[in-house]
């Protein structure tokens, strides 16, 4: 028995890594990887080197090679595979968040666990049958990259247990998924990176922490010029006359760092850069407002 790797990323990489340590290289039969323009590090050179040191065929996304694996995983693919025996790997404890982005959503509605579902590939995506799930519970304040690192054992132990019952020649247990409990995770593009200031400010700061490196980032507009928010933090409310009003605007400027009118709360704003990167924190002046381009 052998098996494949479809790979993209850090959770890609890491479960790859600790399969090899746990089997050997002789149990790969492939490796396909591919770069991901949204990702700051998309971990394809590490992936390339590590196929490198233990002699895996790796292959680029479209070229034609010959699958021969008798099970492939699939971790952080975002192509549609056809492939026997495809083994899919999400960021949800499915059926919830199906889809695109599932853990930087779970983030920003500030689930309590987070975690990764094993499933075999369906026709319609991420509604095939489940073979394992692992969670973690957490706190929040939580940063993707944090998150991100919270659930790469959880990746390493799907793939070695279920490899372990595939090379030993067990059969896999499937479980359908309850269709009344789906929900779906839709994609995001840089539109989506854009705060809604209209939201209560602890759902601004989760927002915040979960698009942050390795993706894009938070973006809103300052006075009309596109920023970038880093680091804020949801305080104490107070009572603002016709808030909806003045939603965006910066109601405290207390040693250069302003804080903001939200939906609902108020959030102090630690960290801001501009487009190039320059910090922008402490040039803020008090009648600024935060939203979208006027």
Excluded at 230 to 246: G, N, Q
Aim: charge should be negative; include cysteine.
């Amino acid at each position: 028995m052998n098996i494949g790797f479809f790979l993209i990323g850090k959770k890609g990489f890491y479960a790859l890594d600790k399969f090899i340590e746990t089997f050997s290289a002789s149990k790969v039969a492939y490796v396909v990887s591919a770069r991901d323009p949204n990702i700051e590090n998309d971990f394809y050179s590490e992936i390339r080197l590590l196929c490198s040191k233990n002699n895996i065929a790796l292959h680029d996304r479209g070229e034609i090679f010959s699958h021969d694996a008798d099970y492939t995983f699939a971790i952080g693919w975002k192509w549609i595979l056809d492939e026997s025996n495809l083994i899919v790997l999400h960021d949800s404890l499915l059926p919830k968040y199906r889809g695109f982005a599932p853990l930087v959503n779970m983030l920003v509605n500030g689930e309590e666990k987070i975690g990764v579902t094993a499933l075999k590939a369906s026709d319609e995506y991420d509604k095939g049958d489940i073979i394992r799930q692992k969670s973690v519970e957490v706190s929040y304040p939580l940063k993707i990259k944090e998150a991100i690192d919270l659930i790469l054992p959880l990746y390493s132990d799907l793939v070695i247990g279920i490899s372990n019952e595939i090379i030993s020649g067990k059969r896999l247990s499937l479980k359908a998924q309850n269709e009344e409990d789906a929900s779906y995770s839709l994609w995001r593009n840089v539109y989506d990176y854009q705060i809604n200031w209209t939201h209560n400010a602890e759902k601004i700061e989760r927002f915040i922490d979960a698009v942050g490196d390795p993706y894009a980032g938070a973006h809103t507009y300052l006075n009309n010029e596109e920023v970038v928010i880093l680091e804020a933090a949801s305080v104490d409310d107070v009572v603002v006359e016709d808030r909806d009003a003045h939603i965006g605007k910066v109601v405290f400027l207390v040693e250069g760092l302003p804080t903001v009118v939200c939906g609902k709360g108020l959030l102090q704003i630690n960290s801001i850069v501009d487009k190039s990167g320059n910090e922008l924190t402490n040039r803020i002046s008090f009648r600024s407002r935060f939203g979208l381009h006027q």
